[in-house]
């Protein structure tokens, strides 16, 4: 059978690619493949900036599941500017706006500055929570070693043949006096102000002027002031950067770059891959990061509650806090599973997430089963990719996320799990002895959920139990007299899906279904809503609920 996962059949169609795009010539033989990712650093880097290095993750994972030597190198674009200051920043740090994150302090004092502070929690978190094997690259640093020197000199030697490749995807050609060099100014360290006024092989001359934005939205800049400082760039000195098109070209050229998948945007017609490819391939001589029809790109963004993933709209959070709240293996599901298709995500659901990925994993070990061949070997496969370190021998305890929220606010595991595994096996989630690796991942579920459940849970999921019936419930003699009978139900051994028909059979026969549910949520957390009650019940465990009970 021919790969069925997407990232196998991106590897198999790399490993026979024989010819360059644009010009007429065979590609060089490869002996490592590379493959690249790269994240501006201009603002905090969250989940949304994860979800295309776990994607080329996906790719490393399957060159090596063919024997391949690969590599993912993980770029910080460091020497962008700063455009904005980012939520969470201190707000003195707009006198910094326009110059290259690389030169920022860093915003908590720990670090050299505010890029590598960034990219070490960003990395970091990336190998070391979600499993991510990269080698991290920086373009500042590439910049002021040298190590582009070269290809910036070959970039101004072809200036002519660069502008012909970009004015096609413009509809105005490009000044004859443009160069793709953008310096940083010697006086104020800005890069966004410098406009270049002359240019000869060795750098180009420039003044520091004002920078206007084009567009903006709501408590936006408008402008980054200039100092007025006029001097000179030296291009083997690196204090600069070349514009997208060209230095995307340049990039793939220096390191070698075999594959790089990106968003849509950047694969409309004219769009800035298709320029680069083109520049990459007839002036740096290397052939374009396999564009042709493949299953990764372009691939489609998440969106948060039907609103784009943004940090301004606070709908984010970093790599290195999900972890908190949620198995890193359920993000990479989220990435992973579906790329071309516009997908919405809410923090609310991260449960049924969970459940979804529980199931791979029943589907995995074969305790859940699929009749159809094709998709069972896709799912198995979507489950390898998704999983961090090595891959359970057996199918471990799984304890649904929903129903660990409920036991972690009302056992607290962080205290006594014995108390948590108690109130487990009394709902049936828990049968026989436990290892101290089952023990392990049950505490770092019940902990994920409980904290889920602080932060994003609907308000029918947050729980405080009252021991002690409030005076001002007021019950009509059929509520009571189902609780009457709830009471001596309660009695009896019940597995959670079987008390929740009773206690809807209970509602039924006191002709009020709706308002007996209602008024059992009121007396146990004081709320109209909340979990479904079975479960719920045994959670909290039937002698307690029923010694509630006899307080009506």
Request: glycine share 6%.
């Amino acid at each position: 059978m021919p790969p069925v996962f997407w990232s196998d059949r991106l590897a198999e169609e790399l490993i026979k690619r024989k010819k360059y795009n644009y010009i007429d010539k065979d590609i060089p033989k490869i002996k490592n493949y590379f493959i690249k990712s790269s994240t501006s650093i201009s603002g905090i880097p969250h989940i949304g900036n994860a979800s295309d290095v776990i994607r080329h993750d996906a790719l490393l994972r399957s060159l090596r599941s063919l024997g391949k030597d690969a590599k993912l190198y993980w770029i910080a674009e460091d020497m962008d500017a700063l455009r904005k200051v980012p939520a969470g920043i201190p707000k003195e740090f707009k006198k910094y706006l326009g110059m290259p994150v690389a030169d920022i302090p860093c915003p908590e004092n720990c670090c050299g500055s505010y890029s590598e502070h960034f990219c070490k929690l960003f990395s970091d978190s990336l190998k070391e929570k979600f499993g991510v094997d990269l080698v991290f690259k920086s373009t500042s640093q590439s910049y002021r070693s040298g190590e582009f020197t070269p290809y910036i000199k070959k970039a101004m030697d072809n200036l002519n043949l660069i502008k012909e490749i970009w004015n096609k995807s413009r509809e105005n050609p490009l000044p004859e006096n443009w160069t793709p060099w953008k310096p940083v100014c010697a006086n104020c360290g800005k890069i966004m102000t410098t406009v270049v006024t002359d240019y000869d092989e060795k750098g180009v001359k420039y003044v520091c002027k004002d920078y206007e934005f084009k567009e903006y939205g709501k408590n936006a800049y408008t402008k980054v002031p200039g100092c007025g400082y006029e001097g000179e760039s030296k291009f083997k000195d690196g204090n600069g950067k070349l514009l997208w098109r060209v230095e995307w070209a340049m990039e793939w050229a220096a390191w070698k770059i075999s594959f790089e998948g990106a968003g849509k945007e950047h694969f409309m017609p004219s769009g800035s891959f298709w320029t680069a490819g083109e520049i990459s391939e007839r002036v740096f001589d290397w052939p374009e990061p396999h564009p042709s029809e493949n299953p990764l790109q372009p691939y489609e963004y998440l969106t948060v509650d039907n609103n784009k993933m943004s940090a301004s709209v606070g709908n984010v959070v970093s790599t290195w806090d999900w972890p908190d709240f949620a198995p890193p293996q359920v993000l990479r599901l989220i990435f992973l599973k579906k790329l071309r298709k516009v997908r919405d995500f809410s923090y609310q659901k991260i449960p049924d997430y969970v459940d979804e990925y529980d199931k791979l994993q029943r589907i995995y070990f074969g305790i859940e089963k699929v009749d159809n061949e094709k998709e069972l070997v896709h799912l198995k496969r979507l489950y390898e990719m998704i999983e961090i370190g090595n891959i359970p021998k057996e199918l471990p305890v799984q304890i649904p996320f929903s129903f660990a929220s409920l036991i972690s606010q009302l056992s607290k595991p962080n205290e006594s799990m014995e108390k948590a595994i108690s109130l487990l096996k009394s709902t049936g989630h828990i049968t026989g002895d436990l290892s101290e690796e089952d023990l392990k991942r049950i505490k770092k579920r019940l902990l994920l959920a409980r904290e889920w459940a602080r932060r994003y849970a609907p308000e029918q999921y947050k729980i405080k139990l009252q021991e002690k019936i409030p005076k001002d419930i007021k019950l009509s003699p059929e509520q009571k007299r189902g609780f009457e009978i709830l009471r001596d139900e309660l009695q009896r051994d019940w597995n959670a899906d079987d008390l929740q028909n009773r206690i809807y059979e209970i509602g039924k026969e006191i002709g009020d279904v709706k308002g007996f549910f209602q008024a059992l949520y009121k007396i146990l957390i004081g709320k109209k809503y909340g979990p479904r009650t079975g479960p719920f019940i045994l959670a909290i465990g039937k002698d307690k609920v029923r010694k509630i009970l006899e307080q009506i």
